[in-house]
């Protein structure tokens, strides 16, 4: 693969890919009909319509590698793919093979297949210090199993979460701590108390003021913001003072700061963790890892009181545990994480070039690991703006990219990269006449808006 060029004032020359040839129609003819029959018009609120400018394709029909085609035939470079779950590539074939494979041997069957102790003992294989692992379809429903594990192993009924990370669950012990929190029982929500990133001191007072009564801490070891020096260490002693037990969720940093999630990276090891996301390339898997002596309380092999853990009727299919077993046979042998670490740094070199370029400083940022990488929007006053978000966005979308984030996969060449750095560079040159002339002249129709709101 190569860098063609590495100056983003280079790209102000470069062929723009013009919003005069993309053509939507289809897109917009579908629309309607979508939110018709759909609530929210789409089956996960971070790909609905309010969350793009109005000039953003409505429907992708197909995708391959980094590279996704809309209903109108539009092409586009795509970051943060399928919820940042797609990280080797859209149709990458290895793993599609080996799903294909195993659905011609049957998907689901009366008795357990080998494939789910095959997955099981290569999924412990890279997370140090588990000894024990359940298999799902949703993050959200490892993590759920998680807190009753530890609910049920400590007797305690409340629940500390890191209020500063975005999201932990669909269920209702999490989502009732949002803005949608409609339908939830006050009296579940209440059970859910809330700290502080890198507060230490501010957990410890959590606990003074409910000594006994917290079962777990759940947090992402690390979302945008670093730990401090020693913090989760920090963490993890004051939970084994306390009788809580720690729980990671590695949705997203896991097989993405390291093979081994960010517990490796960091080299803390929590007594559970939850994973999901770049498991299965895409594919509908996830899994709770985590100590012996917790997750047996799921199993037969004990005097204590039973725990339902995560028994569903689709939980195992066989094709999903075929698609994680080959992308970890991949991530191992390709050396997947470096790639995706690599490819982020390259386009972060290249973006601030254009922050500094068009005179962004202060306005327009970058945040997160280069594995991980978001942009943040601000306007004049230098407060987060979603217009300036929707903006953005759209001239990205007018130059072939669509960015949510800038999170790369393994399928992000040099070329892409390039391609998506000339992209930034000329969004830039309009984000500066926006901030300098008014947005209105620049952004089409409405800004986009934030999943959790209580009101539409
Ligand atoms: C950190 C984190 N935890 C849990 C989840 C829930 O995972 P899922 O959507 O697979 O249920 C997500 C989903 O975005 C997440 O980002």
């Not at 084994?240 to 997203?252: P, S």
């Not at 689709?314 to 075929?322: C, I, N, R, S």
């Amino acid at each position: 693969m190569s860098g063609s060029k590495n100056n983003t004032g280079a790209a102000a020359e470069a062929v723009v890919r013009s919003s005069d040839s993309q053509d939507f129609s289809k897109s917009r003819a579908l629309q309607p009909k979508a939110h018709n029959l759909i609530p929210g018009g789409s089956h996960t609120y971070a790909k609905g319509d309010d969350q793009f400018p109005e000039l953003a394709p409505g429907f992708i029909a197909r995708g391959k590698g980094c590279h996704v085609w809309d209903l109108d035939g539009n092409e586009f470079v795509e970051y943060g793919m399928g919820l940042r779950a797609v990280t080797l590539g859209h149709g990458f074939e290895p793993v599609v093979e080996a799903a294909y494979k195993q659905m011609q041997q049957g998907i689901n069957f009366s008795r357990p297949a080998k494939i789910e102790v095959d997955l099981a003992e290569a999924m412990l294989g890279v997370i140090d210090g588990a000894a024990m692992v359940k298999f799902a379809k949703n993050g959200s429903d490892v993590t759920t199993a998680a807190v009753k594990l530890a609910r049920a192993y400590t007797g305690r009924d409340l629940v500390a979460i890191c209020g500063d990370q975005p999201f932990f669950s669909t269920d209702d012990w999490f989502i009732g701590t949002t803005e949608l929190n409609a339908g939830i029982p006050q009296a579940i929500t209440e059970l859910t108390l809330k700290f502080r990133y890198n507060d230490l001191d501010g957990m410890r007072e959590l606990f003074d003021r409910h000594p006994a009564q917290i079962a777990c801490v759940v947090m992402e070891a690390e979302a945008i913001a670093a730990p401090a020096s020693g913090y989760l260490q920090k963490v993890k002693d004051l939970c084994e003072e306390k009788g809580a037990v720690l729980i990671f969720d590695e949705m997203i940093t896991g097989f993405r700061w390291h093979l081994g999630g960010a517990q490796k990276f960091h080299g803390v090891v929590p007594h559970l963790s939850t994973f999901g996301k770049a498991m299965g390339n895409g594919f509908a898997i996830a899994a709770l890892v985590g100590k012996r002596e917790i997750m047996c309380l799921g199993g037969l092999d004990h005097d204590q009181d039973r725990v339902f853990l995560l028994s569903t009727t689709h939980g195992a299919e066989t094709h999903a545990l075929a698609a994680s077993l080959e992308t970890l046979r991949i991530y191992r042998e390709r050396q997947v994480v470096e790639f995706l670490w690599k490819q982020g740094q390259q386009l972060t070199k290249l973006v601030n070039q254009s922050i500094a370029e068009n005179r962004l400083g202060g306005v327009f940022e970058l945040l997160g690991r280069p594995c991980n990488l978001i942009f943040v929007t601000r306007d004049n006053d230098q407060n987060p703006s979603q217009a300036f978000r929707a903006l953005f966005m759209q001239e990205l979308i007018r130059r072939g990219v669509i960015a949510p984030s800038f999170v790369v996969s393994f399928s992000h060449s040099d070329e892409d990269i390039q391609r998506t750095a000339e992209a930034v560079y000329e969004s830039h040159v309009i984000y500066r006449k926006a901030l300098d002339e008014g947005i209105d002249k620049y952004l089409n129709g409405r800004p986009v808006k934030p999943v959790f709101r209580k009101y539409n």
